[in-house]
């Protein structure tokens, strides 16, 4: 157990569907990321917060947005949806306590989303 | 961010050393190697990062060149719950982030 918990494990909805995905991360950890994993393109990352704060930007469609709230949760919105948004999609989430240096970043089990 | 090459697949046999190799010749002075594994659509699992030094843990042991231009991860006795796609990941700088990019990995399979 990574303590990166992911809600929902698995999710079915219809193209043009609107979904929020959300992530709590260990205890203490600053930085939240979202990865997608679809078939064909591999582990890609998204975007990533810190304290709150966007801090990177990876291939996240314009569909997709993604907070991170006071608390450090952290939710993945995906708006008109479409076949090839089916995927599972990842949060991961690091630095402990602001320690930057070196960190080990922590993957959730994912959130399978299948859009019909 | 730095390319890491891996090869695509690799058997080994249960009880053996899986040595998994990665290059990386385009890495910065101050990134680090680090090796991640994903069983079968699982969350990746971190296995071990190193900066310059040979590095150990209860999971493998990672070997870096000297010259910094590849790694080998080595699983010492690689067992059949060790089947998995390996993931060899130049980290970005911390102040970049420090977010993982992913490539295509190693996938391992361990055989009886």
């Known amino acids: 157990d990574s303590g990166v918990t992911q809600t929902p494990k698995h999710l079915i909805t219809a193209t043009g569907q609107r979904v929020t995905l959300r992530c709590s991360p260990r205890?203490?950890?600053?930085?939240v990321y979202w990865y997608q994993q679809s078939l064909d393109q591999g582990l890609q990352f998204l975007i990533q917060y810190y304290n709150g704060e966007e801090r990177a930007k990876g291939n996240i469609l314009e569909r997709f947005s993604a907070q991170q709230f006071p608390d450090l949760h952290s939710e993945l919105n995906l708006s008109s949806l479409e076949l090839g948004d089916s995927a599972l999609y990842f949060c991961?989430?690091?630095?402990?306590?602001?320690?930057?240096?070196?960190?080990?970043?922590?993957f959730g089990e994912g959130s399978w989303l299948t859009v019909v | 961010d730095a390319k890491t090459t891996q090869p695509t697949s690799m058997d080994c046999a249960e009880g053996r050393a899986a040595n998994l190799p990665c290059n990386h010749s385009t890495i910065s002075g101050n990134e680090y190697v680090y090796w991640y594994r994903q069983i079968h659509s699982q969350g990746p699992q971190y296995i071990i990062h190193g900066l310059k030094n040979n590095e150990t843990n209860e999971m493998a042991s990672l070997i870096i060149t000297e010259d910094r231009k590849s790694s080998t991860l080595i699983l010492p006795h690689a067992t059949l719950r060790d089947t998995a796609v390996y993931y060899c990941?130049?980290?970005?700088?911390?102040?970049?982030?420090?977010?993982?990019?992913f490539g295509q990995g190693t996938e391992l399979s361990v055989k009886p």
């Open positions: 990941i130049v980290r970005v700088k911390l102040n970049q982030g420090g977010k993982l990019i």
């Open positions: 991961a989430s690091s630095d402990p306590f602001g320690q930057v240096e070196v960190n080990t970043i922590y």
């Open positions: 205890s203490g950890d600053l930085s």
